[in-house]
């Protein structure tokens, strides 16, 4: 199997195919990002150890809704999902902390575990590694497959020996844009076989103060969060952003029916980055979008799974009707 060895050990095996593509891929989507009229750079970039960090805080804020009202959901339909079908592994992309996952795991005995593989999917080997390491110390029979690697891109590096239930939590899929979203979800179902499901989490539509006070919290942490971005950047590309020169600025795009996230700078500066030979000049005013989160109805959660060969077999909302949870099957079942 190709990917670098990190552990393997009889209960854990981790495999690293990040290698030097990480900071090629950054080097492209920063030179790219910032190049365009309307600045970017993807949020995927986020999530270093510091970032993970920092978003779990996040969800623990009362106007973070997402969280709660997804772990509520997780909570009252976790043994209907672990027990209606067997599962063999269980992939959760994006992996991160293990709240979510545990209420999954919780489920189980420690007969019926010594069945289930975890997979976590992450892009940070060191949040992914304390995570699993956490997980094996409270689940004595579970095994662990940890794969480190860019989930949006590297699908293919997911097993494909047994049953899978794949998961992905947080409504993150609202964080790529429509065509993106449906090359994901393409790929996602060519992955999956015809007892396979796909278990996501949608935010849903509601009124905008709800959804700006999610991502503009009173502490500022998401504010700290979005500024990580830049100290990202710095840190593999050795360029010199200054994240106090840019402001947290967010909105709600009701046309587009999505929250932004951007970085408005509030002085003009050069970006000078070593790594690239590359200068960008920044003005005052001008923004830097890190952050799209697409909110959906059923209607449009449907249309989207459907396009990508997929079809919605349940729909799970909380009482409000602010979030759901989908489970997602091939059309081919």
Partial sequence: MDGTLIIDKPRITVRSFVHESFKDQLSLDVIQGLSADQKSIPSKYFYDYRGSILFNKISALPEYYLTRKELSLLHDIAPEIMNSELVGDLIELGSGANVKIKKLLNTLDAESMKDIRYVPFDVSQKTLIAAAEELLDQYPTLHVYGIVGDFTRQLDKIPQASEKLIIFFGSTIGNFDESFCQRFLTDVAGNMHRKDRFLVGLDLIKPKEILEAAYDDEQGLTSTFNKNILQVINSNLKANFNPHKFDHHVYFNEHAEQIEMHLKANKSST???????????????????????????????????????????????????????????????
């Fill in 271 to 333: 970006i000078i980055f070593s790594e690239l030979d590359l200068h960008i000049r920044i003005n005052q005013g001008e923004t830097i979008q890190t952050e799209i989160c697409r909110k959906f109805s059923q209607e449009s959660a449907r249309k989207m799974f459907s396009k990508a060969g997929l079809t919605v077999t349940d729909w799970i909302t909380d009482p409000d009707d602010w979030f759901a949870l989908a489970i997602v099957k091939t059309k081919n079942n």
